[in-house]
């Protein structure tokens, strides 16, 4: 029994995982380039994405200088 579940519930917490993790924004909020999902920062309000590993950084040291653009979610 448990080597029939385990397989399913795994695949249930990775997809909760991802979705969790998905950046809340697309656009890089040092530069203002498109991010990429694979660079990012959790935050307070969730994970900010940026375009590379520099604005990456940039942003850890001083969230409080930049303004995240959150993108628009259909609803
Ligand atoms: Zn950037």
């Known amino acids: 029994m448990k080597t ?5 519930l795994l695949s249930l917490a990775m ?4 979705f969790a993790a ?6 890089c909020p040092v530069d203002h380039k498109p991010s990429r ?3 990012r920062v959790k935050t ?4 900010v994405s940026f375009c590379c590993t ?6 850890a040291k001083s969230p409080g200088s930049y ?9």
């Not at 997809?15 to 991802?18: G, I, K, L, N, S």
């Not at 998905?22 to 656009?27: A, C, G, H, L, M």
């Not at 307070?44 to 994970?47: A, L, T």
């Open 37 to 39: 999902p694979i660079y």
């Open 4 to 8: 029939l579940l385990a397989p399913l």
């Open 67 to 75: 303004t995240v653009k959150k993108k628009d979610v259909p609803k």
């Open 22 to 27: 998905w950046p809340i924004n697309d656009e």
């Open 15 to 18: 997809t909760a995982t991802v």
């Open 44 to 47: 307070d309000e969730g994970f």
């Open 54 to 59: 520099e604005c990456m950084q940039k942003f």
